[in-house]
């Protein structure tokens, strides 16, 4: 009995191979590496809070010390009265800087698909390098100290940042199928995680000297890295003269490599063309729309669920230097350097658990097991000791949980949804549903970063945890009916192949 095409799998990694050139292994590094980049600057924020919060209250002073005048001059910096004060308004910025990043990226998709993609990611890095020099080098150079001037430069490095995700998700997918895509974007999504593990590093290694060399040094070298993706990155294989994904295939291994997670399992299986851009022209293909993109099969949910996920994966990304100082006194370099764990987990999770729904053709299914997981480890990590080992095992299993499924939703998904059969060969859409489902998640965090100060100064931190188990279980249950959806195919599947045997 002949299987369905839909059924006749293929290894991904035949296709993948097969392809692979000189060429997708540069442009795999330059996005990974600068979104890296881009993440780095935004981890020194965090890592450095304590240090921020210091300088912008009084400290304790000798009572019998004379009082320097006038006031005003000797105590600029001291913008709170307390440590509490200041502690609020961290969490203020981390809330703007989410939602001008969330509006951002609704434009940067929209964007990204009708300018150069090479353009539009250098002038963001470059330009974000500056804001960040500004805001947290010059400032304190200058002795200059003003809320409204720290909030409007952080509404204007979100909006900058935001050119980056959809740029290098709509990158990779014009370089690399679906061969594969579950391990190569779970491989590749780790950039995030990377830029943490560097930012902290770097913030750790200077911070000593102060905070403002800590956003000196990131700042600095995000600069170098837009200069270095403006001169090398290759937006699409055409700009070589290789044939564009779908525009080259001769065999069954190939198309079927091609065809989207979330497409059709019905539809024909001699239409394999799933190329994001149309191949059988010179001119710029026409991009879709944002509410034709929303409407577009799995859009809105993975964007609802990642608003919960994403929510807490910033929090930790945000909050988590800062918990293990406050919670356990452990000195400010010490916390940045354990959080790594975290992002550490966060990789190992994307890459396999992205492996593994390559395996099994389907993404929900390995999500909502992942999810399930993650509530037990966000319990487990409430409640650890003040034990560094111990603190890092268990912080590297919730990032594994955490960090893995919205990794995946970022990347791998974010490409599926944005390569349907509804959008095939005719317009760009994988920017634009990068966009939406990256800025609806930035708008669940940037709510959540302000909602995690509020919960943490009036009930403590163990609330703030059952808070992101409830954020946990919202992600599940959003994606529910995907789960059930792709479960069923999955027992058909096995069913026809019972039948064949």
């Not at 890592?47 to 010390?65: D, E």
């Not at 590749?188 to 200077?206: K, Y």
């Not at 065999?251 to 994001?276: F, T």
Request: aromatic share 14%; proline share 4%.
């Amino acid at each position: 009995m002949a299987l369905p095409g839909s059924l006749w799998r293929q290894p991904a990694s035949r296709g993948l191979v097969s392809h692979c050139t000189h060429h997708h292994i540069v442009v795999f590094l330059l996005t990974f590496f600068s979104y890296s980049l881009l993440h780095a600057s935004r981890k020194t924020f965090s890592n450095v809070k304590v240090s921020i919060s210091s300088q912008w209250t009084p400290s304790c002073l000798n009572s019998t010390a004379p009082e320097l005048r006038p006031y005003e001059l000797w105590n600029s910096s001291h913008l709170f009265p307390n440590a509490e004060e200041a502690t609020l308004f961290l969490g203020t910025l981390d809330t703007i800087f989410l939602f001008s990043y969330a509006m951002g990226l609704f434009v940067s998709g929209i964007v990204g698909d009708r300018l150069n993609l090479r353009w539009v990611l250098s002038f963001g890095m470059c330009s974000s390098a500056l804001v960040v020099f500004f805001f947290g080098t010059l400032t304190e150079w200058l002795h200059f100290y003003n809320k409204w001037f720290y909030c409007c430069l952080w509404v204007v490095n979100g909006l900058l940042q935001s050119t980056g995700w959809p740029c290098v998700v709509a990158v990779m997918g014009n370089w690399f199928g679906k061969a594969g895509r579950g391990f190569v974007f779970g491989l590749w999504s780790a950039c995030a995680s990377v830029g943490n593990i560097l930012g902290a590093f770097l913030a750790s290694c200077v911070l000593k000297y102060g905070y403002e060399y800590a956003f000196l040094v990131t700042a600095s070298v995000q600069f170098a890295g837009g200069v270095i993706v403006f001169f090398g990155l290759l937006t699409s294989p055409k700009e070589v003269g290789l044939p564009e994904l779908g525009a080259d295939e001769d065999g069954s291994v190939e198309e079927d490599a091609n065809r989207p997670l979330m497409g059709n399992d019905d539809a024909d299986d001699d239409d394999r063309n799933y190329s994001i851009q149309a191949t059988d022209t010179d001119d710029q293909p026409k991009a879709i729309g944002f509410f034709q993109a929303c409407c577009l099969p799995g859009v809105v949910l993975y964007s609802l669920a990642y608003a919960c996920l994403k929510l807490v994966n910033y929090s930790f990304f945000f909050w988590l230097p800062f918990y293990l100082s406050n919670n356990f006194g452990w000195k400010e370099a010490e916390a940045d350097q354990l959080s790594i764990w975290y992002d550490v987990g966060g990789i190992i999770g994307g890459t396999i658990q992205g492996l593994i729904s390559d395996v099994l053709q389907k993404r929900a299914p390995v999500l909502a097991i992942s999810l399930l997981f993650a509530v037990g480890s966000l319990f487990a990590y409430s409640r650890s000791p003040n034990s560094k080992p111990i603190n890092a095992v268990i912080m590297a299993i919730t990032g594994f949980f955490i960090g893995g499924p919205s990794n995946m939703i970022s990347s791998a998904i974010s490409a599926d949804l944005g390569r349907q059969d509804l959008v095939k060969g005719s317009s760009e859409a994988l920017a634009t549903v990068t966009g939406i489902v990256d800025g609806t998640g930035s708008i669940g965090a940037a709510v959540g970063q302000y909602l995690v100060s509020l919960i943490q100064e009036n009930l403590g931190w163990m609330w703030v945890f059952y808070f992101f188990i409830l954020m946990t279980s919202s992600t599940v249950l959003f994606i529910s009916p995907l789960i059930v959806r792709e479960i069923r195919l999955l027992l058909h599947e096995r069913h026809l192949r019972m039948l064949a045997e």
